[in-house]
């Protein structure tokens, strides 16, 4: 049945990605280490299935049925949508049979018919002629196999598993690889997206991770914690008719990829320009402009507050979001293309900008601080014991571990009852945290209307997955505590929306006398973080804005101050990974056109 | 240290012990540190790769050895290990120096330092800031028993009178140290510019109490528990004068008058039974 093929079609041996036509469901399956192609067949009458295997000329064949050599098949069905998949003016082209088996199989980058011969035995099957006219054929979105709701709330794993190869393929096959893609576009740091995603489908999967490396130095960590959803993937053209490709789980496949099959390389660099630069903060916009500068040639040394490097992946983003692991390996990844990260230093204590600059002999600073300072509401009782900001609760159970308490030393927030203020990621990460460290009940208290939340739509959907609660259009307005200074109450107020405000989303007006009063034991405050003053204190030629951030040049990210560069939410105020990493490659870029021209 | 040399290593050269060894004295070597450092900063210690991190207040600094000295006491797991380490040993993690120095005057009239139990080590590095900018500094130092007196003879160094007193009279003055600061400012208030109190916190806000009647300036050291001590975390909110602050960049020092005391121990408590679940198992 499986047997020869036009060799300028596809080679011998070759895996095959087939779907149903009518549901584009994939018809691959796989069991432990055994691969098939899995259908339902109707032969005299009796129902039964048949594995064929998935590579091309190899005869392996398995059933429930007693086929024989020369049995023609009476129906041939898909598995998933119970259709008949046997076309019947096409009879096969070696022996005649009346009837033949249309797939879709994924080769070339596109998506084409192929037949197989409902014979037994009967060598035929492949393409023909006509199927040189390229057709469209949807194949759906395929999804990351994810960790049970059920089972993830008890641990800090990672909860989607990422894909397999053979599903990162038929996902790249969904991709037109468009002349004019609009996805680049959607990208801060510019990713040759269609090109990545061709070798994806090639199954060049070590070339497409060196691919996005071109411009994007830590694959493993955007693919995750980018949202996708509004730039590459809301730009993609299929979308317009479909749902987009999966480009994030894609990019994380192959940076995954990458690492597991120990495949890492470190780029050739340009040679030494014996300039030196350093970088304040080891965070995303930091480690952007490091791993640039660093290829460029010139000496890079990053300095690092906390004792572990890596910003906001390493205190902010829980381990079932981001793996430690993930981010220590691409901590790695910078050092060993040369850049030197001193962790415990604080600048603007133990050195300031301008002794970096005059005494130190660094040509150039980038400062990337982040926003790291926590915003509380300031209403009665938001000192009791148990509210924290997200900054505090995040920072102990991710950066000091406190999960694994007494084992770590820091303490770990328990409590029965969590409030978590606020509706962004930050606070689904808190209210997701408070689950896994035991909490019975794990609300979010927003002041808006679900619809405004800013938090990313695969954020919210796994915490109510987990069994976060939500209550919508509720404000705090007083904490109530016991006499030992603990937590036991909060007073909400309930709110309506008014007209939209300058950020566009309409804003929360308190209803009156809707004061209602709910038990918790334990509240986070996530509701944004602002600029931390220390090393803009002890700058004090640095020019700020009216809410303290660095005023700094929107394209090349140069501030007012000779030689200091800036980027990431110490300039924007508090955003996204991404746009601290393009808001770096910006930087970078004139960094070193800064460097070059200087004598 | 140089910069460009990769790891720092905090090592400890020198090793005291007081009070039973219950209170420690350790000098490190950590030549930025104690060339940056200036009194009223603290640092942030972190002993292994599991161990929390704790804010110290740097009691004493020497920019020519470059070395600072931290003075601590036992109380849980983390001081217990950084107890254990003795000379030669290396620290896993030093930041500093931390929070708002003092601002440091000279003025006309003379400086009042009160110093309780473990609070003398941090009161020592101020007042001998002051007395160095030309103040002349008076001391009182107090501690439940002789045995746990501690840095006597730093304070009498640079004090042009130090006043000492023991909980049960087993060296100076029989009572508390508010005793002798209330007859010292009922005789002399007029000499004294302001009040320096540091001590544990029902000390100090006895000490806030007392002044307040004098209408006397009193200075206050805050510590309440920190996470990373660069005002990221909001762990260590203390309210002054009704408002919310960070121990760790407005702080530790405060105007003594507008700390919200009952709130600052209250907040001291929060793992209290963590911190005995964790000392507990470190003993095991």
């Known amino acids: 049945m499986f047997n020869q093929i036009e060799p300028k079609y596809i080679k011998y041996g070759s895996y095959l990605h087939l779907y149903c036509p009518h549901c584009k469901k994939t018809l691959n399956i796989e069991k432990k280490e055994d691969k098939y192609i899995h259908i339902n067949i109707i032969y005299k009458g009796k129902s039964g299935y048949l594995n064929l295997s998935p590579y091309l000329n190899i005869f392996e064949v398995e059933s429930d049925l007693p086929l024989k050599e020369g049995d023609i098949l009476d129906d041939v069905i898909c598995p998933h949508c119970k259709n008949s998949l046997l076309v019947k003016d096409h009879p096969c082209d070696d022996c005649k049979t009346p009837e033949v088996a249309e797939f879709i199989v994924s080769a070339f980058s596109k998506l084409i018919p192929f037949y197989i011969c409902t014979k037994y035995g009967c060598t035929w099957h492949g393409l023909t002629k006509r199927d040189e006219k390229i057709i469209k054929i949807k194949i759906p979105r395929q999804d990351m196999i994810e960790q049970d709701p059920k089972l993830r709330i008890f641990n800090f794993n990672e909860v989607p598993y990422g894909y397999s190869s053979e599903l990162a393929v038929i996902e790249a096959s969904r991709c037109m690889q468009c002349t004019n893609p609009k996805c680049i576009e959607g990208c801060p740091v510019a990713i040759d997206i269609p090109e990545f995603i061709r070798l994806v489908h090639e199954e060049k999967f070590v070339e497409a991770a060196r691919k996005i490396k071109e411009t994007n130095a830590l694959p493993a960590i955007t693919g995750r914690v980018c949202p996708q959803e509004t730039q590459c993937e809301a730009k993609c053209i299929l979308g317009l008719y479909d749902e987009p490709v999966a480009i994030g789980r894609l990019e994380r496949f192959v940076a995954d990829f990458e690492r597991n099959t120990n495949a890492v390389e470190i780029p050739p660099k340009k040679k030494p320009t014996n300039k030196k630069v350093a970088i304040v903060g080891s965070g995303p916009a930091g480690l952007t402009v490091a791993a640039d500068l660093v290829q460029l040639g010139h000496g890079v040394t990053i300095f690092e507050a906390l004792h572990e490097p890596g910003g906001v992946l390493t205190y902010g983003i829980p381990d079932f979001r981001l793996p430690q692991k993930i981010v220590t390996s691409e901590m790695n990844y910078l050092k060993n293309l040369g850049v030197k990260i001193i962790l415990n230093s604080i600048i603007g204590k133990l050195y300031t900008v301008d002794e970096l600059l005059n005494k130190m002999g660094f040509d150039a600073i980038f400062i990337a601080v982040g926003a790291g300072l926590p915003i509380f509401m300031n209403i009665e009782g938001e000192n009791l014991n148990n509210i924290f900001s997200a900054n505090e609760y995040l920072t102990r159970i991710n950066l000091m571990q406190a999960y694994k308490f007494p084992d770590y030393d820091t303490p770990a927030p328990r409590a029965r009852k969590v409030a978590v203020m606020g509706g962004g990621n930050v606070t689904m990460d808190c209210a997701r945290t408070a689950l896994r460290m035991g909490a019975e009940e794990s609300v979010v208290i927003y002041r808006r209307s679900e619809k405004e939340m800013p938090a990313r739509n695969e954020e919210i959907h796994h915490a109510v997955e987990e069994g976060v609660k939500f209550e919508f259009l509720t404000n705090p307005i007083k904490y109530i505590g016991n006499d030992k200074g603990f937590i036991t109450e909060i007073e909400c107020i309930r709110m309506r929306l008014g007209e939209p405000d300058q950020s566009g989303r309409r804003r929360p007006i308190p209803i009156d006398g809707s004061n209602i009063v709910f038990d918790f034991d334990m509240a986070v405050i996530a509701i944004g973080a602002g600029p931390n003053p220390i090393i803009l204190d002890s700058t004090p030629d640095l020019p700020l804005n009216k809410w303290g951030y660095i005023i700094a040049n929107d394209k090349t990210g140069k501030t007012k101050k000779e030689k200091v560069w800036s980027g990431g939410d110490i300039v924007t105020g508090a955003a996204t990974v991404i746009s601290a990493m393009g808001a770096g490659k910006q930087a970078a870029k004139s960094i070193d056109e800064f460097l070059r021209n200087k004598k | ?284």
Do not use: W
């Not at chain 2, 002349?136 to 130092?141: G, N």
């Open chain 2, 1 to 284: 240290m140089t910069v460009m040399s990769g790891d720092i290593m905090y090592e400890i050269l020198n090793k005291k012990s007081y009070a039973r060894n219950t209170i420690i004295n350790i000098r490190i070597e950590a030549a930025e540190i104690a060339k940056k450092c200036q009194p009223g900063e603290f640092v942030i210690v972190r002993v292994n790769d599991k161990g929390e991190r704790i804010p110290l207040t740097i009691a004493d600094n020497d920019e020519v050895a470059g070395t600072i000295t931290l003075v601590f006491q036992i109380i849980g797991k983390t001081t217990a290990l950084l107890a254990s380490l003795e000379k030669g040993a290396f620290i896993k993690d030093l930041v500093g120096p931390l929070g708002t120095p003092v601002d440091i005057k000279k003025y006309n009239k003379k400086i009042l330092a009160v110093g309780g139990g473990t609070g003398i080590a941090v009161l020592h590095h101020i007042a001998k800031g002051y007395q160095s900018a030309g103040n002349k500094v008076i001391s009182i130092v107090g501690a439940k028993t002789q045995s746990y007196l501690i840095m006597k003879q730093e304070m009498e160094d640079f004090s042009e009178k130090t006043f000492v007193c023991t909980d049960d009279g087993t060296e100076g003055h029989h009572g508390f140290v508010t005793q002798i600061l209330q007859k010292e400012l009922e005789e002399n208030a007029a000499n004294y510019e302001m009040v320096i109190a540091i001590g544990p916190v029902v000390m100090m806000e006895a000490c806030c109490k007392i002044t307040k009647t004098f209408n006397m300036k009193t200075m206050v050291s805050l510590n309440p528990i920190m996470v990373d001590g660069t005002g990221m975390c909001g762990a260590c909110r203390v309210s002054i004068d009704g408002k919310t602050r960070f121990a760790c960049v407005h702080g530790p020092q405060f105007d003594g008058h507008k700390v919200d005391f009952p709130l600052l121990l209250k907040r001291q408590t929060t793992y209290l039974e963590d911190e005995r679940i964790s000392l507990f198992k470190s003993i095991k």
